[in-house]
């Protein structure tokens, strides 16, 4: 995957203007890691760091093997025996940290509110446990979630890891189908749903979807439904013998403690499936012991997570940064974790940054995705609010483009706030690459570099590594704790997906990525979503950042196209900035934008000026759907789509499969 001369100029060109950003002063001073020494610890005993940081979490019995490595297969704290539960809820209940709200909720119709001290959370987790043992789930069973974001969420989660049953978090947006096939490979024993959810004031029918898939589940003994939206406005339909109230069910349970299960570390804590695959779903098994050390030491580190702080990561719970962020990492720290239903945009466009004011955020976590829609509807919407409780900024979910980070840097941070820009995975379970504050000069648009104990390299098609500004294929080349152990039921395809091309000792991440001169990591994307143009590799990252960088365009999404001579063409989606009118000599001013900015190779051959572009309910752009659209496939799933009706708009002004410059 090396870079041609021309272009290797071109990128070691644009990593040397990068303008960098220390650390605002005195934040050093004051950040909870101060040693720069640990990283060359890490890496010359990484078995002892990692030790070191598991004795932070609570143990019922002593592991006998920090790491026993059989490549590809890999265990840690081997013979240890703790409890996710525990170390989440029960350790936080002495002294002041028993009344501290672990938990604040807001759902998506304004005024909706719940806060959970710990106390709260150790009585509601505890009856859940209970209840979930009086429908019949044992250690070793699994359970399916499919809610929308509401306490009960993580209650339930933190209820099965308390008995040692295996949970799977199904995101509320997934169809029945979907959901069937998700409950069928995990052959889930009990489900857990709602009677609906709220998105953008419209309501999201679970139990209805719910009831669809149940239908061929036969795995599925109990349901048990929180009531959400009132069974009087929206009632919704309750088989005999199977189906029971949450809150019935709770009430039903007559003791006040589950005692936490001692559980081995490499106990499966729980299955997550990753988004928009065809045929089979890929059932990601992540174990107790070491994901909890991962999540637990890159929140404390990466957030710099204070006593006092209040910590919102805005990911669903559905997705992996949810399980990492919202719930496990921040609990196991003792932190105060936000909770939003809705959307960034409901009621106005103003939401998140009035949660951020009235609740006092002080650390923020979201994705590229929702800063480029923020600054597509302009800087007002946040300048309206008081944001001076914020002191750090992160950035989650795919690469982010300097300019995007500059304007949150600017508008949101008010140039006084860290940004740690992050990069990891659903199979990482844990942030890998990612600055720390107060150690790190960050770079727009860079990840930095690897967290302590972390060895990841960037190679070319026969696994050497490449030199200062060539793009090759991410890899990691020695195993950390919270790495997700196999594929749930099909061990074989986990090892051919991420250990075959290198061989077992190495994992291959499917990423593309460069390194600058100082050793930072600049991310690239997918592999799948590097062109090939006329023998040139360009990352659509990169392009889609010059597009961006146009004072006319809010978001931008690239993908390939055929073309009779280059092979691959260039076609560029863009949604204009609020104000700004599509013209035909506005898309011809992109291209040569682009070209200015990149190369001449990088000129885009099409460019469509769209209204939306195609996104997840968690604001990732669909770009598989315009490379289906483009190559004249059928569209694929769509069920993970905000709003449907935006690839009909798409395909309406779409002008065909073939490259037309």
Same mark, same amino acid.
């Given at each position: 995957?090396?870079?041609?001369?021309?272009?290797?100029?071109?990128?070691?060109?644009?990593?040397?203007?990068?303008?960098?950003?220390?650390?605002?002063?005195?934040?050093?001073?004051?950040?909870?890691?101060?040693?720069?020494? *640990?990283?060359?610890?890490?890496?010359?005993?990484?078995?002892?760091?990692?030790?070191?940081?598991?004795?932070?979490?609570? !143990?019922?019995?002593?592991?006998?093997?920090?790491?026993?490595?059989?490549?590809?297969?890999?265990?840690?704290?081997?013979?240890?025996?703790?409890?996710?539960?525990?170390?989440?809820?029960?350790?936080?209940?002495?002294?002041?940290?028993?009344?501290?709200?672990?938990?604040?909720?807001?759902?998506?119709?304004?005024?909706?509110?719940?806060?959970?001290?710990?106390?709260?959370?150790?009585?509601?987790?505890?009856?859940?446990? /209970?209840? /979930?043992?009086?429908?019949?789930?044992?250690?070793?069973?699994?359970?399916?979630?499919?809610?929308?974001?509401?306490?009960?969420?993580?209650?339930?989660?933190?209820?099965?890891?308390?008995?040692?049953?295996?949970?799977?978090?199904?995101?509320?947006?997934?169809?029945?189908?979907?959901?069937? #096939?998700?409950?069928?490979?995990?052959?889930?024993?009990?489900? &857990?749903?709602?009677?609906?959810?709220?998105?953008?004031?419209?309501?999201?029918?679970?139990?209805?979807?719910?009831?669809?898939?149940?239908?061929?589940?036969?795995?599925?003994?109990?349901?048990?439904?929180?009531?959400?939206?009132?069974?009087?406005?929206?009632?919704?339909?309750?088989?005999?013998?199977?189906?029971?109230?949450?809150?019935?069910?709770?009430?039903?349970?007559?003791?006040?403690?589950?005692?936490?299960?001692?559980?081995?570390?490499?106990?499966?804590?729980?299955?997550?499936? +990753?988004?928009?695959?065809?045929?089979?779903?890929?059932?990601?098994?992540?174990?107790?012991?070491?994901? /909890?050390?991962?999540?637990?030491?890159?929140?404390?580190?990466?957030? #710099?997570?204070?006593?006092?702080?209040?910590?919102?990561?805005?990911?669903?719970?559905? !997705?992996?940064? @949810?399980?990492?962020?919202?719930?496990?990492?921040?609990?196991?720290?003792?932190?105060?974790?936000?909770?939003?239903?809705?959307?960034?945009?409901?009621? #106005?466009?103003?939401?998140?940054?009035?949660?951020?004011?009235?609740?006092?955020?002080?650390?923020?976590?979201?994705?590229?995705?929702?800063?480029?829609?923020?600054?597509?509807?302009?800087?007002?919407?946040?300048?309206?609010?008081?944001?001076?409780?914020?002191?750090?900024?992160?950035?989650?979910?795919?690469?982010?483009?300097?300019?995007?980070? *500059?304007?949150?840097?600017?508008?949101?941070?008010?140039?006084?706030?860290?940004?740690?820009? $992050?990069?990891?995975?659903?199979? +990482?379970?844990?942030?890998?690459?990612?600055?720390?504050?107060?150690?790190?000069?960050?770079?727009? @648009?860079?990840?930095?570099?690897?967290?302590?104990?972390?060895?990841?390299? &960037?190679?070319?098609?026969?696994?050497?590594?490449?030199?200062?500004?060539?793009?090759?294929?991410?890899?990691?080349?020695?195993?950390?704790?919270?790495?997700?152990?196999?594929?749930?039921?099909?061990?074989?395809?986990?090892?051919?997906?991420?250990?075959?091309?290198?061989?077992?000792?190495?994992?291959?991440?499917?990423?593309?990525?460069?390194?600058?001169?100082? @050793?930072?990591?600049?991310?690239?994307?997918?592999?799948?979503?590097?062109?090939?143009?006329?023998?040139?590799?360009?990352? +659509?990252?990169?392009?889609?950042?010059? /597009?961006?960088?146009?004072?006319?365009?809010?978001?931008?999404?690239?993908?390939?196209?055929?073309?009779?001579?280059?092979?691959?063409?260039?076609?560029?989606?863009?949604?204009?900035?609020?104000?700004?009118?599509?013209?035909?000599?506005?898309?011809?001013?992109?291209?040569?934008?682009?070209?200015?900015?990149?190369?001449?190779?990088?000129?885009?051959?099409?460019?469509?000026?769209?209204?939306?572009?195609?996104?997840?309910?968690?604001?990732?752009?669909?770009?598989?759907?315009?490379?289906?659209?483009?190559?004249?496939?059928?569209?694929?799933?769509? $069920?993970?789509?905000?709003?449907?009706?935006?690839?009909?708009?798409?395909?309406?002004?779409?002008?065909?499969?073939?490259?037309?410059?």
């Amino acid at each position: 995957m090396a870079t041609t001369d021309n272009q290797s100029e071109s990128v070691v060109h644009i990593l040397t203007e990068t303008r960098r950003y220390p650390p605002p002063q005195g934040f050093a001073e004051q950040a909870n890691l101060r040693d720069p020494g *640990v990283y060359e610890r890490a890496r010359e005993d990484p078995e002892t760091f990692w030790a070191s940081v598991a004795e932070e979490l609570h !143990w019922d019995q002593p592991w006998d093997r920090v790491m026993n490595w059989t490549p590809p297969t890999v265990e840690w704290f081997t013979g240890g025996k703790l409890n996710a539960s525990y170390n989440c809820v029960d350790r936080h209940l002495d002294g002041a940290q028993r009344t501290k709200p672990a938990i604040v909720w807001e759902g998506e119709p304004p005024g909706e509110e719940r806060t959970l001290t710990y106390e709260d959370l150790y009585r509601e987790v505890n009856r859940a446990a /209970l209840m /979930l043992r009086s429908l019949g789930v044992e250690k070793g069973d699994r359970v399916s979630i499919y809610l929308p974001m509401v306490p009960e969420l993580p209650i339930a989660m933190l209820a099965c890891a308390r008995i040692g049953a295996t949970h799977s978090v199904v995101f509320g947006g997934f169809s029945p189908d979907s959901l069937a #096939d998700r409950i069928n490979d995990g052959e889930a024993k009990v489900l &857990i749903t709602a009677d609906g959810g709220y998105r953008r004031g419209k309501v999201v029918p679970l139990k209805e979807n719910a009831d669809k898939a149940l239908e061929k589940t036969p795995s599925v003994r109990k349901v048990v439904t929180v009531e959400r939206l009132g069974r009087d406005k929206y009632p919704v339909n309750m088989l005999e013998n199977r189906d029971i109230w949450w809150h019935e069910a709770m009430a039903s349970v007559t003791e006040s403690e589950c005692p936490p299960e001692p559980l081995d570390a490499e106990h499966p804590l729980y299955t997550l499936y +990753t988004s928009g695959t065809t045929g089979k779903p890929k059932g990601l098994l992540h174990t107790t012991g070491g994901y /909890l050390v991962g999540t637990y030491l890159t929140t404390k580190w990466v957030f #710099d997570l204070k006593e006092d702080d209040i910590y919102w990561c805005t990911a669903d719970i559905g !997705w992996v940064t @949810g399980h990492s962020y919202v719930v496990y990492g921040p609990l196991a720290n003792g932190a105060t974790t936000v909770m939003y239903e809705g959307t960034p945009d409901y009621p #106005d466009k103003d939401r998140f940054w009035d949660i951020v004011e009235r609740r006092k955020v002080s650390v923020l976590y979201t994705a590229p995705t929702a800063i480029r829609g923020f600054m597509g509807w302009g800087a007002e919407y946040a300048d309206k609010h008081d944001l001076s409780s914020l002191r750090l900024l992160g950035s989650v979910g795919e690469p982010i483009n300097p300019e995007a980070w *500059v304007w949150y840097h600017e508008h949101i941070g008010r140039e006084r706030c860290p940004i740690v820009d $992050t990069w990891w995975q659903t199979e +990482t379970g844990m942030i890998l690459i990612s600055p720390l504050p107060g150690l790190t000069t960050t770079k727009p @648009g860079s990840a930095t570099i690897p967290l302590p104990g972390i060895e990841p390299d &960037i190679v070319d098609d026969h696994g050497n590594s490449v030199g200062v500004g060539q793009d090759g294929y991410l890899v990691l080349k020695r195993p950390w704790p919270s790495i997700a152990r196999s594929i749930w039921g099909d061990p074989e395809r986990y090892v051919a997906q991420y250990f075959s091309k290198y061989g077992p000792e190495v994992y291959v991440t499917g990423d593309g990525a460069r390194r600058d001169e100082e @050793g930072y990591y600049w991310l690239m994307g997918r592999v799948d979503d590097v062109l090939n143009v006329a023998g040139h590799r360009l990352g +659509t990252m990169e392009l889609e950042s010059a /597009l961006v960088s146009h004072e006319a365009v809010a978001e931008a999404a690239v993908i390939g196209i055929p073309h009779s001579v280059k092979g691959q063409g260039i076609a560029a989606f863009c949604r204009l900035r609020s104000g700004i009118e599509p013209r035909d000599d506005l898309r011809q001013q992109l291209r040569e934008h682009v070209a200015k900015k990149v190369g001449s190779i990088a000129r885009p051959d099409n460019v469509y000026l769209v209204a939306e572009l195609p996104k997840t309910r968690s604001a990732k752009i669909m770009r598989r759907l315009l490379r289906d659209i483009a190559e004249g496939k059928v569209v694929g799933d769509t $069920t993970t789509l905000t709003d449907p009706a935006v690839l009909e708009d798409i395909k309406r002004n779409y002008g065909g499969a073939e490259a037309t410059e």
